[in-house]
């Protein structure tokens, strides 16, 4: 027996072209906190200058009544000129970008270097002690080299968050 409509829960990654002025980010994060809404990824930068428009793609998940009634709530918090909900709208590329300090000796700083390599992750930094890698794609691989780091010497991680974009002609 399958599970209700209303209780199957599903990511979406959400994005939203907004006037670029003082607020807006803390009104957006304000809905998703004053509601107990999850942000799992959060990134913002401005896009048009000469329009003055920031994108700001939200990575959220609930049913898709809650996704709905995301979309709407942001619509009436902030000034939004357009909304897509990409998860739903078509094919789009998702990527994300971390760097990752490894401490670490021996073979197990040959193995963080061979397996840097197979994930394409860059060399940023180095010294006698610790790399830090910078790698980029799909929140998975990135998932995927962190925790092949973790027993040679994973120290610390910086992410940036989802930025994502519809495939094709599509545009926001």
Excluded: C, W
Excluded at 31 to 57: K, M, P
Excluded at 106 to 118: F, K, V, W, Y
């Amino acid at each position: 027996m399958s599970a209700p409509f209303d209780t199957v829960q599903r990511t979406a990654t959400i994005s939203v072209l907004v006037d670029n002025e003082a607020g807006v980010l803390a009104r957006v994060v304000g809905l998703f906190s004053g509601r107990g809404y999850n942000i799992d990824s959060l990134t913002v930068a401005t896009v048009d200058a000469e329009h003055q428009r920031s994108r700001i793609n939200i990575v959220t998940s609930g049913t898709d009544m809650i996704i709905e009634q995301i979309k709407a709530q942001l619509g009436r918090v902030v000034p939004i000129h357009r909304i897509a909900d990409l998860t739903l709208d078509g094919p789009h590329i998702a990527r994300e970008m971390a760097m990752i300090k490894v401490i670490a000796t021996g073979d197990n700083r040959i193995e963080a270097l061979r397996m840097a390599d197979a994930f394409r992750a860059r060399i940023v930094d180095a010294t006698a002690g610790s790399f830090i890698f910078e790698i980029t794609g799909a929140t998975e691989k990135l998932d995927a080299f962190l925790e092949l780091m973790r027993p040679l010497g994973l120290a610390e991680v910086s992410r940036t968050g989802i930025a994502a974009i519809a495939r094709g002609t599509h545009t926001i």
